[in-house]
């Protein structure tokens, strides 16, 4: 599922390929699943226009145009982007092309069909209406410390929720938590402001280790929580004890669920 590390390099690749080329067609695939605008509405405010920017909050994309309309980008489990010219080059799964007049075509690519493409009035007009708050990447220990103030529930699950952190999502949480070095399942109005300061400098810090890592979990640092999450997931003839420890201590990695996710931590620097 495409997180806020693919969204913004998706954003910063938009910003390399598609500003600034006249918009000369759209077509979209299965309109009635992943337009939330009328189709005909849809291609009429985007004909003869132009991206001119992007913007993103959270996991949410926005494409600015030259006559103020802004293209809403929800990217679902699979979402993803294109650019190519040729018919022969069009993604198998490309959903929503938009077909430049100088040839090229920005595809919006979509296996599973959950993904979603709007139009909104603004930027933060959309952002209101959604409820989202200030996005995760530039999160302050201001806004963060707003965002928990006098909740008593796991700080894990609050994290989750895009009124906070618009952004994190399951395994962003656990990286921010491990490094924060916080219990996930403490409570929110018991994080001292300290605490909180280390946990929004956790948040920036594992988002911009990711986007630098072009979201190749992977390539992330070896002191990262991440490689013993993905050790779990590896399959049942793999040894994988080994790779379940906790880089700073040693102790063994454990798995437990808060809210319903599936949540790993070390039980010994996250007391």
């Not at 759209?26 to 226009?49: A, I, W």
């Not at 004890?241 to 201590?249: G, N």
Request: net charge neutral; glycine share 6%.
């Amino acid at each position: 599922m495409p997180e806020l590390p693919e969204v913004e390099t998706y954003r910063r690749f938009i910003d390399e390929t598609s500003l600034y080329l006249p918009i000369a067609e759209v077509d979209v695939q299965d309109p009635k699943r992943q337009l939330t605008v009328d189709l005909d509405d849809f291609r009429k405010t985007l004909r003869g226009d132009q991206f001119t920017g992007t913007h993103r909050v959270g996991k949410q994309l926005f494409l600015l145009t030259a006559k103020g309309a802004v293209v809403t980008m929800h990217f679902g489990m699979t979402g993803d982007v294109a650019f190519y010219r040729d018919e022969a080059d069009t993604p198998r799964f490309a959903r929503a092309v938009f077909y430049f007049e100088n040839g090229f075509r920005f595809a919006f690519v979509d296996s599973r069909k959950f993904g979603r493409i709007g139009l909104a009035k603004s930027v933060e007009a959309f952002r209101l209406q959604k409820k989202l708050g200030p996005d995760a990447l530039t999160l302050s220990t201001e806004e963060l410390t707003q965002g928990l103030a006098k909740k008593k529930s796991a700080i894990k699950s609050l994290l989750l929720d895009q009124r906070i952190a618009p952004g994190v999502g399951n395994w962003i949480a656990d990286e921010v938590l491990f490094q924060a070095q916080l219990e996930p399942e403490r409570p929110a109005d018991s994080l001292q402001p300290v605490e909180i300061d280390r946990l929004a400098s956790s948040i920036r810090e594992v988002l911009e280790t990711a986007i630098a890592a072009e979201a190749i979990y992977r390539d992330f640092p070896s002191h990262y929580l991440i490689h013993a999450r993905e050790w779990d997931e590896a399959p049942a003839s793999t040894t994988k004890d080994a790779h379940l420890h906790c880089p700073r201590c040693q102790t063994l990695i454990q798995k437990k669920y808060v809210g319903g996710r599936a949540t790993y931590f070390c039980p010994n620097c996250q007391v």
